[in-house]
């Protein structure tokens, strides 16, 4: 009998201190992973588009900058790590108001170059490329046709929505193409001359990678 009133005692006692607050307590799970930019590993494609607006201007006598709607798109493929090989393709479209002689119109600044991509970190790069452009004026008081010549373009960006296989950009770029001028066209040259034409835009996009 005694060994066991002896015996029971202990389980008693570990009954005795079970502490009733231990069934409220709420054992909820560890936070997500915070997520780190790294950058991408070579071997995939990119393919991309921006959109915003810009300015359309030219290097000559009586010339004016005119704001317009910034479009391209661009693929590619990532080399290594911070590089990838890219062609690009981008425009830049300024309406004509309708003048004393003429209906509505559209001037347009083509520019496609093939460049490279490089991300100096997982959220910054900066993008070069050499190609061809030309000067599409359509309609308007001012109809000049069609022109082409070299051309080149300059980006910086960042990713501010870095994922591991997309990204949404925000960039400003800037490209310029030597196109020859309007026979008509006095202050730029109407002999023939080539002139610089230019377009700088602020634009935000998406891209595969």
Not at 72 to 77: E, F, T
Not at 160 to 188: C, E, N, P, W
């Amino acid at each position: 009998m005694a060994v066991a009133l002896a015996a029971a005692a202990p389980r008693a006692g570990a009954q005795d201190s079970h502490d009733p607050g231990d069934e409220d307590v709420v054992h909820e799970p560890p936070p997500p992973p915070v997520y780190v930019a790294r950058l991408r590993a070579p071997g995939r494609a990119v393919v991309g588009l921006d959109f915003g607006i810009g300015l359309l201007d030219a290097v000559c006598s009586g010339c004016f900058a005119e704001g317009g709607i910034s479009l391209d798109v661009y693929a590619g493929a990532q080399l290594a790590p911070r590089v990838a090989l890219v062609v690009d393709a981008w425009s830049l479209f300024h309406l004509i108001a309708a003048g004393n002689t003429g209906g509505p119109g559209v001037a347009a600044h083509a520019i496609a170059t093939a460049g490279a991509r490089v991300w100096l970190v997982p959220r910054l790069w900066v993008q070069a490329g050499v190609g061809g452009g030309g000067l599409l004026v359509a309609g308007g008081p001012g109809d000049g046709g069609t022109d082409y010549g070299p051309a080149a373009m300059f980006a910086v960006g960042g990713e501010l929505g870095h994922k591991r296989f997309s990204g949404i950009d925000l960039s400003i770029r800037i490209g310029g193409s030597r196109v020859r001028a309007g026979s008509d066209d006095t202050d730029a040259g109407g002999s023939g001359e080539r002139v610089l034409v230019y377009s700088v835009a602020a634009v935000a996009g998406y891209h595969w990678n």
